[in-house]
């Protein structure tokens, strides 16, 4: 079965089978090979030039050809869930690449041709066993969105600070002892979410990050949040539960645009005076604290719009 899109201008034309692509070859762009139970890459693939997008997830595919370049068009190259060992170094000629997602496989490492994808915008690397990440990542200046999640990343390289245009990054599940401090250089960061690591503390300047509107550093070592934190003005969730935190900076009440605060599991032994500030607050998290029943009433009654959980 083959799809066609309806614009003329632009075409998308998809194609199910290996071997019907084969007899589209001019016209087909997207070729979509999921859930076939296919163990090796299929060279004839590499015939389809004018493939700009090639999906193969959900196989069992252990390896990819170093000579994939020859998809010369493709621009988005799904192949989570897999069984993918290492990158070939050809990879990094693939010029147009938009989307790399890699996720669920079984990847250690990451060859440094990976800094050539100068178009790369999203890079999925989730779930696998990835150690540490080429100091050429920090070329890929295109990059919006970069997931780590649930590696064995003990660290990230200086050069991230490089990625001028990142607007998600998610290391969640690794093994980050610190954020390093060139991060606050990524002046366009959204959503920062580094949950269930290592780490004691975040960037003291932390608050230069204008744009920030998350922030997810749970289940972490944190036992204080630097000030700088309260000139996030864009900050929309502050995600702190599961660390050893006993107060917050005076100026948290600054944070205006602050709709969720979730402090749940901490050290805390009394509401933290400046939250009563934060009249934007929908939902406040305080429980597995040692914060009395009258605190809580205390808080309730200046912020009767926030829902707070105390139990």
């Given at each position: ?104 496989n079984q990847l250690t490492t990451l060859p440094a041709a990976i800094g050539n994808l100068q178009n790369l915008q999203r890079l999925g690397l989730n779930n696998n066993q990835i150690e540490n990440l080429p100091s050429e990542i920090g070329k890929l200046i295109n990059l919006k969105e970069l997931v780590l999640s649930e590696n ?160």
């Amino acid at each position: 079965m083959m799809d066609g899109a309806n614009n003329p201008e632009k075409s998308i034309v998809t194609c199910y089978s290996v071997e019907e692509a084969l007899q589209n070859k001019e016209t087909v762009t997207k070729l979509d090979l999921h859930f076939k139970d296919l163990e090796e890459f299929p060279r004839e693939i590499l015939e389809l030039e004018n493939l700009t997008e090639l999906v193969l997830w959900n196989n069992r595919l252990t390896s990819i050809p170093d000579d994939i370049y020859r998809l010369k068009n493709l621009e988005k190259l799904e192949l989570s869930g897999n069984k993918i060992k290492e990158l070939p170094a050809g990879i990094g000629q693939m010029e147009n690449l938009k989307v790399l997602v890699l996720s669920w496989n079984q990847l250690t490492t990451l060859p440094a041709a990976i800094g050539n994808l100068q178009n790369l915008q999203r890079l999925g690397l989730n779930n696998n066993q990835i150690e540490n990440l080429p100091s050429e990542i920090g070329k890929l200046i295109n990059l919006k969105e970069l997931v780590l999640s649930e590696n064995n990343i003990s660290s990230l390289p200086q050069e991230i600070g490089n990625l001028d245009n990142l607007v998600k990054l998610r290391a969640h599940g690794n093994n980050l002892s610190e954020i390093p401090q060139e991060i606050t250089k990524l002046e366009n960061l959204e959503k920062l979410e580094v949950n269930q690591n290592n780490i004691s503390a975040l960037p003291e300047n932390i608050g230069v990050m204008k744009k920030l509107q998350k922030i997810r550093v749970c289940s972490n070592l944190l036992t204080e949040i630097p000030g700088s934190i309260t000139e996030l003005e864009n900050l929309e969730k502050l995600l702190l539960f599961e660390n050893d935190l006993k107060s917050l900076p005076a100026g948290i009440g600054k944070l205006a645009k602050l709709t969720e605060l979730d402090l749940s599991s901490n050290e805390f032994t009394a509401v933290p005076e400046e939250i009563a500030e934060l009249k934007g607050l929908k939902e406040l998290r305080l429980n597995k604290n040692h914060i009395d029943k009258q605190s809580i009433e205390g808080l309730s009654s200046v912020l009767p719009n926030t829902k707070i959980k105390w139990q």
